[in-house]
């Protein structure tokens, strides 16, 4: 296989995975953040050279080397300093903002969220038993920007703001003017940030991902920040992420929570996030001009044959937002999957409408053309 090949369709049935199992064979998945992509080479290397020792016990805090690494990370990509001891390590970023969310609430406080928005955070306010307070992201039609004022306002009597940057499901990236907007109502309310930022290296275009906490130390202080190299290099099933806490008592009171069921990593990885952040960024390079290709092929192909779509380009992750409500299908994620033998994520999951599905270009060219290519002959056949 030729270096960073993107293009071969590999069979992933062959081994279990959520995203090819879920669906009867005659369905395309096109669902859930999970690219149909070989890792990359230096990260399967360097799992093949920890799996030449048989022994797998416990990471324990995570390694020395990872914490450097991330810490050189964050300068470099986002001149952002933080100290390696500001990063703990765990098993996702789902479980990062719930153990949060434990740390820093209590029943029947207020959680902001944007709508529509990555499921998991929109159910993390009933695991805990709060009250959440949705601010709707603006229609595809006018950008999927954030109404700061609405924000503003919700955020008056929160204990916490769980933000999504870059914004899942649009593909939107927030811009410096609005997250300084945020984190200044934060500051006022006294609302905790716990901002997932998992898609934080998929940015297209020109735009340039920026971390919230990295805005000024006072918001660093009051922001848990979540990241992963999970999204970017295709290893979400080795369960491994962290958050970069400054604040020494927010840290420790986010450890805390964690009651024995977050704690640590997996012991591969650690291994495959070290080497994909010391080794990975040409591969990484390659995936996003690839991606950025699919994304406006995406777009061009919905133009010209399906023009009643409404969709913005994403700014970053490889994920679009699809407004079908000019198709008039009822609901559009079950007309796809019935009509089309094609599955997305359904709009109501993210806390939007059944107008709406989320479509992952994250795949080899030819599988995208064959989802699109089965939605116009649904369509057609209406």
């Not at 949060?100 to 928005?117: H, S, Y």
Request: with cysteine.
């Amino acid at each position: 296989m030729a270096a960073h090949d993107f293009d071969t369709v590999l069979d992933r049935r062959q081994v279990p995975t959520s995203k090819w199992d879920r669906y009867p064979e005659g369905v395309l998945p096109m669902w859930v953040a999970d690219m149909d992509f070989p890792v990359a080479e230096p990260i399967a290397a360097a799992l093949r050279d920890r799996l030449a020792h048989p022994i797998f016990g416990y990471g324990g805090p995570g390694p020395a080397t990872l914490r450097d690494v991330i810490a050189a990370d964050m300068q470099d990509l986002y001149g952002w300093s933080i100290s390696p001891a500001d990063v703990v390590f765990l098993p996702g970023v789902v479980p990062g903002f719930n153990q949060a969310l434990k740390a820093f609430t209590q029943t029947g406080d207020r959680l902001v969220v944007e709508t529509p928005v990555y499921p998991p955070i929109l159910a993390a306010a009933s695991n805990w038993g709060l009250t959440r307070v949705d601010v709707p992201v603006l229609p595809v039609s006018e950008g999927s920007a954030i109404d700061i004022g609405q924000l503003t306002t919700a955020l008056t009597e929160a204990k916490a703001f769980l933000l999504c940057n870059p914004h899942n499901p649009t593909g939107k990236v927030r811009t410096r003017t609005e997250l300084e907007a945020i984190a200044e109502a934060c500051l006022t309310s006294g609302a905790v940030i716990i901002s997932d930022e998992i898609h934080c290296d998929i940015v297209y275009g020109g735009k340039k991902h920026v971390p919230i906490a990295a805005l000024s130390q006072e918001i660093a202080h009051r922001t848990i920040t979540l990241m992963a190299a999970s999204k970017t290099y295709n290893i979400a099933g080795l369960k491994t992420a962290y958050a970069i806490i400054p604040d020494a008592e927010l840290r420790r009171r986010f450890t805390a929570a964690s009651l024995g069921m977050s704690e640590g990593a997996n012991v591969l990885g650690l291994v495959a996030t070290e080497a994909a952040l010391r080794h990975g960024r040409p591969w990484k390079d390659a995936l996003l001009s690839y991606l950025e290709a699919n994304r406006d092929h995406l777009i061009g192909r919905l133009g010209r044959e399906i023009s009643e779509i409404r969709i913005n380009a994403p700014e970053a992750t490889y994920l679009a937002w699809l407004d079908c409500s000019a198709l008039e299908l009822g609901d559009a994620y079950r007309f796809f999957l019935d009509k089309a033998k094609v599955a997305f994520n359904p709009g109501p999951s993210f806390g939007g409408d059944d107008q709406h599905v989320r479509l992952n270009f994250g795949c080899p060219r030819a599988l995208l053309d064959e989802g699109i290519d089965r939605m116009v002959r649904a369509l057609s056949q209406r």
